[in-house]
């Protein structure tokens, strides 16, 4: 039974605390949280989950197997190195830190330590999302050679509060908080792009950006662009939506409906159309807390310590996307193109 | 009298652009019932066609819907109002925009502000942190100030807040609610899950029997986690009052095919169904009142 601490029990921490209390191979032994209101919660309706103000404390004296970290981003650093350092497997709410210069000391020690990782880009487990990187891979399509992906939501239409709105905190805007999701998921289905060309405009948002459109330029024939804002106007839910371009054929999808379009039979497929919606794609979890791409995501980091199960959206992987998202803002600031070194 | 429930209470998710299926369509169908005339036609259809329920989140529109029924009689005093509380998606955006703790100190705030609600408060927000049950108290009372005048059956407490708290075993909330709402607004307390089999369990542990509870029962098996087969068996052994919902999978199958399913489960009394469209309505609403008794 692997043991579970958790630093910061606030939106993320709470949903991820819930999910793995219904997992029979761990248990939610101790979470760490500075803010007395949620402290105070857990002592008053859950005593069995020990609680504390500061996590290094809970480091010390509880003896964890694997730590949860949903702290604000610019904490991130120095906590997983702390978790690693104690020989912890780690989990780390995305993004991986503010920046690359944050990241790096992390992937170093990540890199040397012999403990599992994953950072949490929960989208890879959106059945209509996850069912389009097999649709991919199999080359059904043909070469990949374009993609249009948008992400928006109705959140930001006045200044913020909080960490959130703080640069030095979270390292940004929407790019940061909010695309670098789509940003995993498009370098997970088409690979790291060599170079990218972006613009922001920060209407609503003084210090930051709220509305973002980027190129991903690669080497060979592939194109494709995102475009990002959190102040559209009546997108009462997150909304993504992908469309991606192959030699023969299309994909579109979003989170609720995949439409494949086969142009020459291809496999199983005949040339045509189809369509998979959300609900049977779906299975069920052993609880679902806010969704259940969020229990498959939780249920097979578990899964992954247990039985050294390669994951892929590890330290290592989020790093990459760290570079990507690094070079948005790079280009968004310098108004000129960005390659990124590998 | 025993409890019972209505047969057919109309869902509320197409008056606020919700559509599991499809976005695009839910964007549709808000611009349509942007008009509060056409949701007010449409309720009265449903009525006609069978229906003696309406479900109402606290999203924001809902005051002008609530304003609306009670100036008219006949929806007044024909529908049986069911509450699904908090409105999740405004907290959420609340809690990205300005983090947690403010967005809940905010929401206090607001709430000591309308002090005709009565909500006695010594000593600021402050006193809250030492109490969570008051803070409890304050958000819900905030929240159905909507509500006030209308013939309310029961408050439900939104499937986001019974399966979080349900997973982080604070059962004790999950009572608390169910104590609190008879209480306060004279009518039952009910729970909106996911994860239906494991709350009735949990329900059970904590000696709340006959709980009302609102919960995915379809023949795709959508939503009904673990799966099936387990919230079938719980429904056989486990007393409830429970309110079908997703009856159709978001749409994925035909109303012909969800009544075929629930018939098999005859402990379910009560449908929750989306009233899209007047075809929609006459479709659903007569297969549920011909197969699934009157």
Request: with cysteine; aromatic share 10%.
């Amino acid at each position: 039974m692997l043991k579970i601490g958790v630093i910061g029990a606030g939106k993320m921490g709470l949903l991820h605390s819930a999910i793995l209390n219904h997992n029979e191979n761990c248990v939610i032994s101790s979470i760490s949280e500075p803010s007395d209101m949620i402290l105070n919660s857990f002592k008053t309706f859950n005593s069995k989950i020990a609680t504390y103000k500061n996590y290094e404390d809970m480091l010390s004296k509880e003896d964890l197997d694997c730590i949860y970290i949903t702290s604000p981003t610019h904490l991130h650093s120095e906590m997983a190195i702390k978790c690693l350092e104690g020989n912890k497997h780690v989990f780390l709410e995305k993004p991986l830190a503010i920046n690359c210069s944050e990241a790096k000391p992390v992937l170093e020690l990540s890199q040397r330590v012999d403990r599992s990782s994953m950072v949490g880009y929960m989208m890879r487990y959106i059945e209509t999302f996850e069912k389009t990187k097999r649709l991919i891979d199999s080359g059904n399509i043909g070469r990949i050679i374009n993609f249009n992906a948008k992400m928006q939501v109705a959140q930001i239409f006045s200044k913020g509060r909080g960490w959130r709105s703080d640069p030095l905190k979270s390292g940004g805007g929407v790019v940061i908080l909010q695309a670098t999701h789509l940003i995993d998921l498009l370098c997970w289905y088409f690979g790291f792009p060599n170079k990218v060309q972006s613009n922001f405009n920060n209407y609503y948002s003084e210090k930051l950006e709220d509305f973002c459109h980027c190129n991903f330029i690669y080497d060979d024939e592939l194109t494709g662009s995102f475009f990002s804002s959190w102040s559209i106007f009546n997108k009462r839910l997150l909304e993504t939506s992908i469309e991606i371009h192959g030699t023969n054929g299309q994909i579109n999808v979003n989170d609720d409906t995949l439409q494949l379009y086969v142009h020459n039979d291809a496999d199983e497929f005949k040339a045509g159309y189809f369509k998979w919606t959300k609900p049977e794609l779906s299975t069920g979890v052993s609880i679902d807390v806010g969704g259940t791409h969020y229990t498959r995501q939780d249920n097979f980091f578990i899964q992954a310590i247990k039985e050294n199960l390669k994951i892929d959206h590890d330290i290592p992987n989020a790093y990459l996307v760290q570079k990507v998202t690094d070079a948005v803002y790079s280009s968004a600031t310098t108004k000129d193109t960005v390659e990124i070194v590998n | 009298m025993e409890f019972q429930l209505d047969k057919i209470i109309i869902g509320h998710n197409q008056f606020f652009g919700v559509d599991h299926m499809s976005s695009e369509r839910g964007a549709k169908r808000a611009q349509y019932f942007s008009k509060i005339k056409n949701i007010i036609d449409l309720l009265h259809f449903a009525i006609d066609k069978g229906a003696t329920g309406l479900m109402l989140s606290t999203h924001p529109r809902a005051k002008e819907i609530a304003k609306a029924i009670l100036a008219d009689p006949a929806l007044k005093d024909n529908l049986n109002i069911y509450i699904l509380l908090p409105y999740v998606a405004k907290y959420i955006r609340m809690a990205n925009e300005k983090g947690m703790i403010n967005m809940i100190t905010d929401a206090l705030k607001e709430a000591t502000l309308k002090d005709k609600i009565g909500i006695a408060l010594k000593g600021g927000v402050g006193f809250f942190k030492k109490d969570q049950i008051s803070i409890l108290k304050s958000l819900i009372d905030l929240e159905m100030v909507p509500f006030r005048g209308l013939k309310i059956k029961t408050v439900f407490l939104h499937n986001n807040l019974t399966d979080l708290n349900l997973g982080l075993g604070f059962t004790s909330v999950l009572h608390f609610f169910n104590e609190y709402i008879p209480q306060k607004f004279s009518c039952k307390g009910g729970f909106c899950t996911l994860n239906f089999d494991q709350l009735v369990k949990s329900l059970s542990n904590i000696d709340i029997t006959h709980p009302v509870i609102m919960a995915p029962f379809n023949g795709a098996g959508y939503q009904m986690n673990p799966n099936p087969k387990v919230c079938e068996e719980t429904m056989l052994a486990y007393p409830t009052h429970t309110i079908a919902m997703s009856i159709l999978a978001a749409g994925l199958i035909k109303p012909a095919e969800a009544i075929g399913y629930l018939k098999k489960i005859p402990q379910i009394k009560s449908y929750v169904v989306g009233a899209s469209s007047h075809d929609h309505i006459v479709e659903t609403y007569t297969l549920i009142l011909d197969e699934l008794g009157k």
